[in-house]
């Protein structure tokens, strides 16, 4: 008994001394460049790390936390007993190095991809050219309230997106809910400053939601209410603006650039073009892009009964009026008038009159 014994303990020895050398051999071999997919994932846990640090050029420390036998990374501790991993800590990457930034840890399917010169250098990268395997990073939850994927940019200067979606040919972004979802998209409100942030250093494009779940868009230099409760998809001017004006006692008195006088009555049967978009008059305009302005038309000196139809220009001209008047009168009414894809809209005259159109609102 004695001998058998000695004999196992002697045989365990040699294991351990043999297990002790195999363990010093791979910690001094030589790491080989990230070429494939399949060699990246015969790698052990700190192998993995330093493979792809090494493609990409970068300083680093790989900390081991499981080790990888062939099968796909599975990178923590799993619940799931059968895969083998019960590491109690994730494989982690620590990043030191300034130079030939690409992605500090990079995992890709098909065609090999140069990590060095990403165009995005990031910690972490998805590359796939692979049909089976179309999607580059996949982020995924089961957990009550839990986020797929967190994107976050903490930075104490202007700042970027903490997400960034771009596209060549399809869609920067895209959003799709089942049917018990909630919705595709959700702006979190500002839950402490009622009405949009001042303007300075905002980009055209961007979204804004407030305290009182007004949605903005930013566009012309201001941000613009698109929906919610207060005000809707209507904007007022800060002050009424006058696009037109045909009497010729009152062309010295143009208090811009942006208004239209020709000096002469409408024609009988004229139909005037009248631009509405982008005209600026003492700093207040219609933007570009609106597709409807609120304002009041006047007649005056009108050399008999007639109407004015105002409609958007290049569309057929509708059987209704604008405003009714009779010779030698003076009368004014508050319209509605949509506008064409530039922003002009017509004027159609039944009697000669001089005529007068005040802007004081736009809908987007």
């Known amino acids: 008994m004695d001998e058998s014994l000695d004999r196992i303990s002697g045989q365990l020895a040699e294991m351990q001394t043999r297990i002790s050398k195999l363990e010093a051999d791979a910690r001094s071999a030589p790491i080989p460049p990230l070429r494939s997919r399949r060699q990246m994932l015969k790698l052990a846990g700190a192998t993995v790390a330093g493979a792809a640090a090494a493609a990409a050029g970068i300083v680093g420390t790989a900390k081991p936390g499981l080790a990888l036998t062939g099968d796909p990374i599975l990178a923590g501790r799993s619940q799931n007993t059968l895969d083998g991993n019960v590491a109690d800590k994730a494989t982690q990457l620590d990043y030191t190095g300034t130079a030939n930034v690409g992605a500090a840890f990079f995992a890709q399917a098909g065609t090999a991809f140069n990590a060095g010169v990403a165009a995005f250098p990031a910690a972490l990268a998805g590359w796939s050219e692979h049909a089976a395997m179309k999607n580059g990073v996949y982020g995924y939850t089961n957990v009550d309230a839990g986020i797929g ?4 940019n903490d930075s104490n200067g202007n700042g970027g997106p903490g997400v960034l979606g771009q596209s060549r040919k399809g869609y920067a972004g895209q ?3 089942f049917s018990t979802a909630k919705a595709q998209l959700f702006l979190v409100p500002n839950f402490a400053s009622m009405g949009p942030p001042p303007p300075g250093g905002h980009q055209i494009g961007e979204l804004y939601v407030d305290a009182g779940g007004v949605l903005y868009y930013f566009n012309n230099g201001a941000f613009r209410p698109i929906g919610g409760s207060a005000g809707g998809i209507t904007t007022m001017l800060s002050s009424p603006i006058r696009l037109l004006e045909t009497r010729t006692a009152y062309q010295d008195n143009t208090p811009g650039t942006g208004q239209t006088h020709p000096g ?20 207040i305009s219609v933007p570009a892009g609106a597709k409807a302005v609120i304002g009041n038309v006047t007649v005056t000196g009108t050399t008999g009964g007639g109407y004015l139809t105002l409609f958007p220009l290049g569309a057929a001209q509708p059987n209704a009026s604008s405003i009714n008047y009779g010779a030698g009168a003076t009368v004014a009414n508050g319209v509605i008038v949509g506008l064409s894809a530039a922003g002009h809209m017509a004027i159609y005259c039944y009697a000669s009159s001089d005529v007068i159109f005040d802007a004081s609102g736009y809908i987007m």
């Open 149 to 152: 994927v967190v994107g976050v």
């Open 175 to 177: 959003f799709a809910i």
């Open 264 to 283: 002469v009555k409408l024609n009988n049967g004229e139909t005037f073009d009248l631009p509405i978009t982008g005209h600026v008059m003492n700093g």
